[in-house]
């Protein structure tokens, strides 16, 4: 798998932890494609319902999921609604944080699709 072709993912790290073994692979990219978009909808809903401290939660749990998608950017973003909402300070930045996420991940899925049907 040639883990750097790729504008939106990183599969670095995704390749260390499935240790090479496609079937691996194939079955974290199926969690990927299945959980992020659900991840992000719920991340945006608290958001909007200002409810910080479930936000804080919902951005903890998507952090481990955005390790495997590899992208700095969402990485970032995530890191800093989680840090925001956790510590109730600059609350104005996270619907722009959100919507960075937002932004970015229909790319990141199409890159995981491409990389499933190589599988």
């Known amino acids: 798998m040639d883990v750097n072709c790729y504008k939106y993912i990183n599969l670095e790290y995704m390749e260390m932890m499935s240790d090479g073994d496609d079937s691996m692979k194939k079955i974290m990219i199926e969690m990927l494609l299945d959980e992020l978009p659900q991840e992000i909808q719920k991340l945006e809903s608290v958001c909007q319902a200002a409810n910080w401290t479930e936000t804080s939660a919902v951005s903890h749990k998507l952090k481990s999921t955005l390790a495997f998608v590899g992208n700095d950017e969402m990485s970032d973003a995530n890191k ?10 600059q609350l104005n930045e996270i619907p722009n944080l959100v ?13 995981l699709r491409q990389e499933l049907e190589k599988l």
Do not use: G, Q, R, V
């Open 80 to 89: 800093d609604i989680e840090l925001f909402a956790k510590n109730n300070e």
């Open 99 to 111: 919507s960075t996420l937002k932004t970015i991940y229909p790319n990141t899925i199409t890159e």
